[in-house]
Every structure is written in C-alpha cells, then in structure tokens.
C-alpha cells in the first residue's frame, strides 16, 4: 500500500517552512517508509551480543560490534562503509544529550556515546541501537536513497524502526545500569 501524500494544509508546520527543493527531498523521504533487508544469523548475533558489551562497559568491544553491524547494513544495501566510533560520555547542554552524531564527508562517520552525561552510566542497549541504526538511516538516506538531505521525516522514523525491528533488537532487555568511573577507568 503506498503511503498516504501530504495535502499543504496537512504538513507539519516544520515542512510547510521548508524551501520547495527540501519540501520535494522531505516527500521523497516520506514515500520509503522501509528498507527491506534479511539479515545473517551472524549479524543478528552480533545485535544480540551489543547488551554484554554494554554492560561490562567495554568500549572497544561495543565499537567493534557497531562496526560490524553497520558493515552488515552497508553490505547488504550495497553502499560506501561507515566508520564507528564510540566515545565515552554523551556531551550534553542546556537542552538535552546528545546520543549520536553521523558526519558525512570523505570518510562518512558515526559517533556514538556509551554513557548518559549527567549520571555517567551504561545507555540501555535498546537506546544505543536505536541510535546506530538512526545514524545508520542517515548514511542510507545519502547513499542507498540517493536523497540530497536526510531529514527527520516520518518515513525516515518508519525506515529506523524497520530496521529495529528486522534485527530483532526490539526484543533485547535493556534492564541494565552500569555506572562508569572514568578516575577507575572501570564499571562498577
């Protein structure tokens, strides 16, 4: 079933105020609305092993898993690799933290934070792979879609969670807290 067309009266405010190239990038967006994709058993037990990496609050490890679940997603899809990095505590301001950052260019980068800013502990392993695949989503909007921006449309919230969904991460228990001591440079 195709996905329903915005009328102008219909658009959220945020893309009745878009320039009419970004109106017609945010329209193209929206018509994607999944990514059909079949992950390997191996893949999807690499999503399965991101909790106890998480959790012993190893960051070399979770960046390894990251990596090879994005190499997975760019393999299949048949796209340029995105480099993972993960770093150690979310910078955050006035308004919030932030969780993930992808930064296109020559070398297309995802950054991810391990640990929440304010109270220095483990982000859930459903957050943090939400946040890769939303980046992830981003680096596919440029490369798989051929879309001239990647912009936080409905059918791009509708690709993430396809996604999710398909690698099985809805079904992982985030019900972890590890605290991290960057002075001990160790969980406890």
């Known amino acids: 079933m195709p996905p329903a067309r915005r009328s102008p009266g219909s658009s959220p405010t945020w893309y009745r105020r878009l320039p009419p190239t970004l109106q017609r990038v945010a329209a193209a967006s929206d018509r994607v609305t999944s990514l059909p994709f079949r992950p390997s058993g191996a893949l999807l037990e690499t999503v399965a092993a991101i909790p106890d990496a998480l959790a012993g609050a190893k960051t070399v490890e979770v960046q390894v898993l990251a990596q090879r679940i994005a190499d997975g997603i760019c393999t299949a899809f048949r796209v ?109």
Not at 134 to 146: F, G, I, R, V
Not at 158 to 187: C, H, K, M, N, P
């Open 80 to 188: 340029s690799r995105v480099r993972v990095k993960v770093a150690e505590r979310r910078p955050h301001d006035q308004r919030g933290e932030l969780h993930g950052l992808y930064t296109p260019g020559p070398t297309d980068t995802i950054t991810l934070w391990m640990f929440t800013a304010k109270r220095a502990q483990v982000v859930a392993a459903r957050t943090f792979l939400r946040t890769l695949l939303h980046e992830l989503c981003h680096h596919l909007d440029y490369t798989h879609l051929q879309l001239r921006d990647s912009l936080h449309t409905q059918g791009f919230y509708q690709r993430e969670s396809s996604l999710f969904a398909v690698l099985g991460a809805d079904r992982i228990d985030s019900a972890r807290s590890v605290r991290y001591t960057r002075s001990a440079d160790r969980a406890v």
